[in-house]
């Protein structure tokens, strides 16, 4: 069983909103740093975004910026990221990851050692 699970994945239009939750499943992330990474159609595996243990560091993608935000709610040990304005080029499988470590603005998968199985979502035009 993966580490880590995530929901909210969909279909959607263009301009529409979506929240992604990962939840932690038989372990506590309270202390890592918590990704949100995607792999668009027949494309590499990208980042999207980060928040560090105490939530006070966040970095997203240029991509994403200004459209997403991710946040974790410690009560529940569920790292969530709002997506709004959602474009075509959006679409992918969305995973949630977990890393001990807070590289500031240089993220790549590699960095993260827990892993969710992903959810989809696609962004019609």
């Known amino acids: 069983q993966a580490p880590l699970l995530e929901s909210g994945g969909g279909l959607v239009q263009a301009g529409d909103s979506l929240r992604l939750s990962c939840e932690a499943s038989?372990?506590?992330?309270?202390?890592?740093?918590m990704g949100w990474f995607r792999q668009p159609p027949g494309k590499e595996r990208e980042f999207v975004a980060a928040?560090?243990?105490?939530?006070?560091?966040?970095n997203y993608a240029e991509s994403v910026k200004g459209r997403f935000t991710v946040t974790r709610e410690y009560t529940k040990n569920i790292i969530a990221l709002q997506m709004t304005n959602l474009k075509p080029e959006d679409t992918a499988v969305y995973y949630c990851a977990a890393s001990p470590v807070w590289r500031g603005d240089t993220w790549s998968a590699g960095d993260f050692d827990s892993w969710g199985q992903g959810t989809q979502v696609t962004v019609s035009s």
């Open positions: 928040i560090n243990w105490s939530a006070r560091l966040t």
């Open positions: 038989g372990q506590t992330f309270n202390s890592y740093t």
